[in-house]
């Protein structure tokens, strides 16, 4: 393949090992390939300033712990964050919600179907009572057969580009356009809220710091392998800014 790293060739059977770790990637190749252009730049970068360990993967982890080191968050920052991110640490929160899916095929156009979505969107903010009607005639979700009625949903249970709107939605609000999700076009009224409760910032203050000095620390490496990557002979491949590796 002609991949090398500051004249350090990496194999095709260096790829093939590597790539049963990325099966889930959407371009396993590509992430294979830059996980291990970017662990040898740490590792010779661990070598040229000699990091003790007895393996590889000990003096890269020594190289980590020297040189992507940050300082855990204060107090202050922890209480902006969790006020940022209420939602998220609400407990009990649930919302009765009711759809129409209109689910995107290779056999219908995504434009006839949106088509016919909106239509019957148009329909329903004038007849309101007819919803349950209208989603056993249209609806392509089995709850079609229910009047379309997903039951109380509390978060984490839906994908997030439904959830994230659903959540923001008043009690009886019809969803004043069609959501858009993986599964298809959706018409999506909320029936029912139930609110839950805030945890206290007391009860969740170590799990915030945690979380915001992984975030930091992500953000340090990703930097920390830009500088690596800009000064370094790398043939074969172009890393596009040196995504961060070895933390997923």
Not at 42 to 56: K, S, T, V
Not at 71 to 77: K, M, N, R, S
Not at 145 to 168: D, M, T
Request: proline content about 5%.
């Amino acid at each position: 393949m002609g991949l090398s790293v500051n004249g350090v060739d990496i194999t095709d059977a260096d790829i093939e090992a590597e790539l049963p770790h990325h099966g889930q990637s959407g371009n396993p190749l590509k992430h294979a390939v830059h996980e291990l252009v970017l662990r040898q730049l740490l590792l010779q970068e661990a070598r040229r300033l000699d990091m003790p360990g007895a393996d590889d993967e000990a003096r890269i982890e020594a190289l980590l712990a020297a040189e992507v080191a940050v300082p855990a968050p204060d107090e202050a920052a922890c209480r902006r964050y969790y006020q940022q991110q209420l939602a998220r640490f609400t407990s009990g929160e649930l919302v009765e919600v009711r759809h129409i899916l209109f689910q995107v095929t290779p056999s219908v156009p995504l434009e006839l179907l949106r088509g016919t979505g909106d239509a019957i969107l148009d329909e329903l903010k004038a007849h309101p009572e007819r919803f349950a009607e209208l989603a056993r005639t249209y609806s392509n979700c089995p709850s079609g057969a229910v009047g379309g009625s997903l039951g109380q949903v509390g978060r984490g249970q839906c994908v997030p580009e439904f959830e994230e709107p659903v959540f923001r939605m008043r009690a009886g609000e019809l969803g004043k356009r069609l959501l858009e999700t993986r599964f298809g076009l959706h018409i999506v009224q909320v029936e029912r809220r139930i609110e839950g409760t805030v945890v206290p910032f007391e009860a969740v203050q170590a799990q915030v710091a945690d979380e915001l000095q992984r975030q930091s620390w992500h953000r340090a490496l990703h930097q920390y392998l830009r500088i690596l990557a800009g000064r370094a002979d790398i043939e074969g491949v172009q890393l596009e800014g040196a995504e961060t590796p070895l933390v997923q």
